[in-house]
Every structure is written in C-alpha cells, then in structure tokens.
C-alpha cells in the first residue's frame, strides 16, 4: 500500500472551534432524555421515541473523545517523531475526569443512600468505575455514569490502540492500513454487540463494556488519521470537499436520526434488543455522529451562521463546564423529585429537563471554577508531555519538532 507524507496540501486546522458547542449540544440532549425518562415520556409513538433516542447525546461524545485523544498521538506518528508520553497522556485524562466524579459520587451516595444505605461495595465499584461490570451495580442518582466507565476504558486503552494501528503501517505513514485496522476493530466490536444481545447465556452487562462502542469512538479515531495524513492523500481531500457542504452533511445526520425514532431501531426504553435490532441502532447512532461532526473537522471551521454559533464565546464556555453538567443533572433531577415528593414518572418534560439543566449547569460551573479548573492549571505539568533531554545533550530534532495538538476534552 502507498505511503503517504503527511501534512502535504492544505494545512489541517490545528484548533477545532465548533466542537466545545457541539459538545454542549451533546449534554443538552442527555439532560433532556433522563428528563423525559423521569417524566415518563418515553413511548413508542409520537414525541416518545424521539426524546428517547436523545441518547444520540453519548455516541457524539464517544466520537469527540475518539477524535480529539487519537489525534496529537496520530499526528506524532505521520510526521514520524515520539508522540506525547503515555504517562503525561492518563495523567491528564485522570486529573479532568477523576476528582469531579469522585465529588459526584459522593454527593449521590450521600444524598441518596437508599433504603439499606450505600454499602462500602457501592462506594468502591463506584469510585474505581466499575458499576458497568456486573447487573444492578448503578445507584440512585448514578445510573448515567455507565457511560463514564466505557469512556475510561476507551482512555486507558487508546495509546495502546493507536500504538498498535501504527504498527499496521509499518516502516512509513500509510493510512490506508491503519484505517483497514481500526474498520476490522469496529467490525468485531459490531459481533460483540451481537453476541451479548442474542445470547440468552450472557449474565452481565456486556452490551454496556468498551467493546459494544467500537464504532462509536471509532468515528473520531478515523477522521483523527485523515486530519494527521493531510490533504495530500486523496480521500483527505474528498473528507474536505464534503466538509464544505455542511447541510448536506447535517441533512444527513437528521434523516439517519429520524430513522432511529422509527420501530427499525428496535424497542425504546430499558428493555431486551434482539441482536439484530442492537447492532442496527448502533450503526444508525454511528451514522448520526459521523455526519453531524464532520464539517466540523473537515470544513472552513468558523463559516456559516451555525458554525459561528457553535463556537461562539457562550457556547464555548457552555462546552467546556458540560462535563460537569453531564454528571450533575441527575442528581439535581434526582433531589428535584425528592423535595417535591413526585412520583417518579409524572411531571412536564420540559419544564423538568428545564430544572435539570440550568441546576446542573450552575453546580457545573461553581465545580469548574473551584475545582476543575485550578486543578488543571496547577498540576497538569506535573507530568511533563515529553522527557527532558539531559543536560549538555543538546535539543533533538525529536524534542524540538513542533506537535500541533487539538484541545482535550
């Protein structure tokens, strides 16, 4: 297979504006699907299925993680230098993710111990994330963070994934072998989301482990090598031409969304899937994620009237605290219910998502200023990106070639 020298053509964009607001976008749905769930407006017809496939919401999240992770690695690995440490890489990842959901955590076994209180099982699986790996492990105020767990997973496995595609291209850059890599992984993630559907012999919760989303982050992982390759390679080009028509993208994105509101991605709500009907609504959520994030990677990046918006000061600042509102909304919905002593569902859809998101965006930007954001700026160096060369060594061609790295989720 050719190779290819990366960087040739037009110069791939090195920031990626529109994604913070993507980003919010994407919390905004979760909130309004657990708000329909608690209101009890899931249904098989009507605005049922549509508030229930607002989970669209965690496979954009799986394939912005997918892009934004793989790319300075992909990057480092085209241009043929050392890609960032792995060390400083999980030492990033922990210190965004960690001591915030250590906070919610506590704040949900606290306020929400149930009727035999937390038990120090519950406390452990849930600080160490390991709800997803047996049934019934989710608690009250909790059950939203399966979806943490699998995206930690993805963290701790990803420089060893990307580690063993560029092996794939051997000796020179070659896209083309690395991307025939990662499709047979999404490939075998598609049977392993098959099996744990059909077979009636599976007794945990393995359609919730890593490998049922392979596709999902395998978006993002694939368009990070096209972005790395540069436009020199012809299907980075064509990425390019069809990032420049944003609508048609988006149009796209909206029918494949409107698809899964219909009976041909299966049963709504927390119910048996056959393994069929699973592996079509994931492809379907692939699909929605794909195009909804592809001109945003691959077009003029502040064109047009919604990608201005979506990157627009409020919208940014909205995408950088939606962390903190993905993992607080439920729990304000949860206290909402309990001060007003509503059964669970009843209640306005909107009015009750409404609640769900302004408290947790509040809670989310008090955690952000207080919280996420010294512990970011005061010890994210504490594990440097790159070895310190020796005194007197001099600065290798490795130490000094320029990385340009997009922004960490």
């Not at 793989?70 to 990033?92: D, N």
């Not at 059950?143 to 994934?161: A, I, R």
């Not at 990032?243 to 219909?262: D, M, N, Q, V």
Request: net charge positive; with cysteine.
């Amino acid at each position: 297979m050719t190779a290819v020298a990366a960087g040739g053509g037009a110069p791939a964009a090195l920031r990626y504006p529109c994604l913070d607001g993507l980003r919010a976008v994407a919390a905004a749905a979760v909130v309004l699907t657990h708000a329909a769930f608690m209101t009890g407006n899931y249904a098989e017809t009507g605005a049922g299925r549509f508030f229930a496939r607002l989970d669209i919401g965690v496979a954009l999240f799986f394939a912005l993680s997918g892009f934004l992770l793989a790319l300075p690695m992909l990057r480092a690995a085209a241009a043929g230098v050392p890609r960032p440490r792995t060390a400083a890489y999980l030492w990033r990842r922990a210190l965004r993710v960690l001591p915030v959901y250590w906070l919610t955590v506590a704040a949900a076994l606290l306020l929400f111990p149930g009727e035999n209180g937390a038990s120090l099982g519950d406390w452990l699986r849930h600080l160490v994330l390991g709800q997803i790996y047996g049934y019934g492990w989710l608690r009250e105020g909790l059950t939203h963070t399966w979806s943490l767990s699998t995206e930690v997973s993805f963290y701790l496995l990803l420089p060893f994934l990307v580690g063993g595609l560029v092996r794939l291209s051997g000796d020179r850059w070659r896209p083309g072998r690395v991307l025939g890599g990662l499709g047979a992984l999404m490939l075998l993630g598609l049977v392993w989301l098959y099996w744990t559907e059909a077979d009636e012999r599976v007794t945990g919760p393995l359609n919730l482990w890593l490998p049922a989303f392979a596709c999902w982050f395998g978006v993002g992982v694939g368009m990070a090598v096209l972005v790395a390759t540069g436009a020199s390679w012809r299907p980075v080009r064509m990425a390019h031409e069809l990032g420049r028509s944003p609508w048609t993208c988006w149009a796209i994105a909206g029918a494949l969304f409107w698809i899964t509101c219909t009976p041909v991605a299966g049963a709504i709500g927390l119910v048996q899937q056959s393994g069929a009907e699973a592996v079509t609504r994931n492809l379907l959520y692939t699909g929605v994620a794909t195009f909804a994030l592809w001109p945003l990677v691959f077009g003029p990046q502040r064109a047009g009237r919604l990608r201005a918006a979506l990157s627009s000061r409020p919208m940014a600042y909205l995408g950088e605290i939606s962390y903190g509102v993905f993992l607080f909304h439920l729990i304000v919905l949860t206290g909402f219910y309990v001060v007003l002593d509503r059964p669970t569902f009843t209640g306005d859809v909107w009015s009750t998502a409404l609640v769900g998101w302004v408290g947790g965006a509040l809670v989310a930007a008090v955690s952000y200023r207080l919280l996420e954001r010294p512990l970011m700026t005061r010890w994210r160096g504490l594990v440097p990106e790159r070895r310190r060369a020796p005194a007197g060594t001099g600065s290798s061609a490795a130490a000094t070639a320029p990385t340009a790295t997009a922004p960490s989720t």
